[in-house]
């Protein structure tokens, strides 16, 4: 058994495979073998060949199940029996949730406020009773902070969703499989990152059985806490985030995770959260797979990285499915501004009978359509303003658009690139 001994962070690891063999043991008839799947629509947009891991059909429709039942069965019975505590923005806690549901233990979990309602159902569902949900503060950090107060003050355990090595050695099977079901090398593993427990945990067992497997880790544009850290050389509390990547947003890596990925990943890259959106609604409309924002993120990079990817094996994690149904709109319409497809205008227009209807007959184009519209006549006024949102076919007719509009004297002023205004519309 190959075995190395790392130190990381002032904490002694060893990346010893027997650890995740064990994790693996402690896994079985708890976590699904999930499949690694070949996406041929994917394969054609790379130029190459594309296989996801399948974590959104895990049990818990999460990778995070597995690190959580790892850490916390391996605690002594004694320490079980008084309860645990975490703190997660909704995919650890439902992991947490039914590990406790398992070994028929209780626990305290904080959440932000801001958590999607369909995961907080979900923690209940999972938690049958044993799971006691706390809401406190618009981030993960927050609740986190919250979290750990309490945990401090009663002695029960606290379960961190990433900076811990037995969470890390459990989400460090999430490779092994995928390692095991492959049936040619892997040039290219791409992994989201929040915390960075899957990062770290697959990176551990990659560079020791696939050693030529370049790992890339993926993170959203508005929560780049990894990626900070490696500029700065250690880890970084950001001052905000975006947090629409809610499963990735996180303000500061852990110790531990930022240790093992600075070492052992070969790139991290960051990605617009409307190319995630994008890669959203493919999966659901040509896959018929559903995905939340971080489950679609490894894939949204190796999209973005399609130029460097031709003829190349790539896999990539989708690393949950925990998507309430409610939050479409809001990822359609980021996908849409993302590929420059729609665009809002204020318009002025002239205060007269059949200004609209001149507008429809000689701006928009043959595939424009608009999509919104809202418009208050103003008294004593040559002009007055709407707010115009139009959808285009192509993004090529953007350009005409805009000349039209200057041709025919609707003088427009453009709203997109205007954020303390889109705000209100997305």
């Known amino acids: 058994m190959l075995r190395e001994v790392f130190c990381y962070g002032g904490q002694v690891m060893k990346n010893d495979l027997s650890l995740v063999y064990e994790a693996q043991r402690l896994l079985e008839g708890v976590a699904s073998r999930t499949p690694l799947d070949y996406l041929e629509n994917f394969s054609r947009t790379l130029d190459g060949h594309l296989f996801a891991k399948r974590e959104d059909l895990q049990a818990v429709r999460s990778y995070k199940l597995r690190g959580a039942y790892v850490k916390i069965a391996g605690l002594p019975a004694e320490t079980r029996s008084r309860g645990v505590i975490c703190a997660s923005a909704g995919n650890h806690a439902q992991g947490v949730a039914y590990a406790c549901n398992k070994l028929d233990i209780a626990c305290r979990i904080y959440m932000p406020v801001t958590t999607p309602n369909q995961k907080l159902t979900q923690v209940r569902f999972y938690g049958n009773n044993q799971a006691e949900i706390i809401l406190i503060g618009d981030t993960f950090d927050e609740a986190y902070r919250a979290a750990s107060e309490d945990a401090q003050k009663t002695g029960q355990v ?15 099977t999430v490779a092994m499989e995928i390692l095991e079901q492959a049936s040619t090398p892997i040039d290219y593993l791409f992994l989201p990152i929040g915390g960075g427990g899957l990062a770290a945990g697959t990176a551990m067992v990659s560079k020791t059985l696939s050693p030529n497997t370049r790992l890339i880790g993926v993170e959203p544009e508005g929560a780049p806490s990894m990626k900070m850290a490696f500029a700065a050389g250690s880890p970084v509390l950001l001052e905000s985030i975006d947090s629409f990547t809610d499963g990735a947003a996180v303000k500061q890596v852990g110790d531990l995770t930022y240790s093992i990925c600075k070492d052992l990943l070969d790139d991290i890259i960051l990605v617009p959260e409307g190319l995630i959106c994008e890669i959203i609604l493919r999966l659901y409309n040509e896959n018929a797979i559903v995905a939340e924002p971080a489950g679609a993120l490894a ?8 130029s460097k990817l031709w003829g190349m094996t790539t896999a990539v994690v989708i690393s949950g499915g925990n998507n309430d149904i409610t939050r479409f709109p809001e990822i359609k319409e980021r996908a849409l501004l993302y590929a420059n497809l729609k665009h809002y205008f204020i318009v002025r227009f002239p205060q007269r009978p059949g200004a609209l209807k001149q507008f429809v007959q000689d701006v928009l184009g043959p595939d424009d359509d608009i999509v919104y519209f ?53």
């Open 374 to 426: 809202e418009y208050s006549k103003k008294t004593s006024r040559e002009n007055g303003p709407a707010l115009i949102g139009i959808e285009l076919k192509r993004s090529s007719d953007f350009e005409p658009l805009v000349i039209r509009m200057k041709e025919k004297n609707f003088p427009a002023e453009y709203v997109n690139d205007r954020l303390e205004l889109m705000q209100f519309l997305i």
């Open 299 to 306: 894939l949204a990079g190796a999209v973005q990285m399609k």
């Open 158 to 172: 606290f379960i961190h969703p990433f900076d811990d090595q037995s969470v890390i050695n459990g989400q460090a």
